[in-house]
DNA sequence: CGAACTGTTGAGCGGACTCAAGGTAGGTGG
DNA sequence: CCACCTACCTTGAGTCCGCTCAACAGTTCG
């Protein structure tokens, strides 16, 4: 990703769209599909958008005279599992309000990445997007941004985000009985 | 995986742990970690298990004179993040019954990938194991249970299943009304 | 202006969680 | 062998979060 940004998303059986990952400038995107020569995800831009292709045969030809570049790509690969597996676990034990707080403060921290504000930013998304991403409907996502305003933890206009208590959408997320969900086998 | 069971989980910021995966004779697990060196997820086996380890560094080794081995890391890094992503799509669109149904489904076709009984079979894991890894509670899992049971989808006892009617279940997951959760966005 | 889309807010309902009680199986010690 | 303990599982009753349905406001565009 060069600038703006895109959504990436899986057609499920049943013809249902299902978000699995938005992407901001400095980030790269496209890692399915390399097993079978074909993307299980599509993508399309949220906005003016643009990207580096990276054409997949010419890495891979290019790996064979430096090794380095390989490994580099299965460490990209690895990182990939491990954010999946955290919107696995984001989605498997939170609550709407804990998902959105953990959107927004991923989200904020990714732009603090490309030192860019990470207290004021617009949200490239739109409300349904974010609904369907983290599983729930727009009209609890919505709730949830009027709650988040009313308890002064930021402010939202539209897209617009200020976030104001960034310490209190953390500790929302950490918070004790908050569906724990928890196996309760003893080790091994 | 030579044979037994495993699952993989990790333990969030707060301590909580999140079951991640389970796995069956004749699957790979552990591709995350190889970003850092480091495994995001551990493992724990869930019965008496003999696995076949793949130490990375002489994989990697081989790879360099045998440039096909690294292709096949990195289809199966793929397909590992495909799956992740499966999982997603189930935990933010379905109910507990379509996820339960799901899992079952999923084990089953795994089990016939291995010329094992895809009616009959044992489950590996607990009550506490499944519902944490489908992001419910156990009761609810023994609910859904006993739900499919009275439906005459299946019987259970214990951890013994026997599927009766799969294609309910199969329509099941695939059903109308079901949490759409659509993003309705016009196409670009 | 009207149509279409996105976002917000309210009322009501239902599925899944919580709390609590009972049942079953495996392990230990008297 | 039986009493006891400790998981693990099941089932019930009640509550609450988040979904559904619906109305309305703000924007964009023809």
Redesign the interface.
């Known amino acids: 990703m060069r600038s703006g940004s895109v959504k990436s ?2 057609i ?3 013809g ?5 990952g938005f992407y901001l400038p400095g980030e790269i995107f496209g ?5 079978e020569n074909y993307h ?2 599509a993508a ?2 949220m906005e003016t958008t643009s990207i580096c292709e990276i054409p997949y045969g010419q890495l ?1 030809q290019l ?2 005279t430096i ?1 380095s570049i ?2 580099h ?10 954010s ?2 955290k ?3 984001l ?3 939170n609550s709407a309000h804990q998902r959105l707080a953990s959107l927004l403060l991923s989200i904020s921290a990714r732009l603090a990445q490309q030192k860019l504000s990470s207290t004021r930013f617009r949200l490239p998304m ?1 409300r ?2 974010i ?7 727009v009209e609890t996502v919505s709730r949830a941004f009027s709650h988040f305003q009313r308890k002064k933890y930021l402010k939202v206009n539209k897209k617009e985000i200020e976030l104001i208590d960034k310490p209190a959408l953390q500790q929302l ?3 004790p009985e908050a569906r ?6 003893s ?2």
Not at 16 to 20: A, G, L, N
Not at 73 to 82: A, G, P
Request: charged residues 20%; negative net charge; glycine residues 8%.
């Open positions: 998303y899986c499920d059986n049943e249902r769209e299902q978000v699995t890692w399915d599909g390399l097993a299980q995800n399309v831009a891979e790996s064979t090794p390989q490994k790509v299965i460490k990209l690969l690895s990182k990939e599992i491990n999946d597996q919107l696995i676990a989605l498997a034990g739109s349904g997007e609904s369907n991403y983290l599983g729930m409907t997320i950490s918070n724990s969900i928890t196996s309760q086998r080790g091994y």
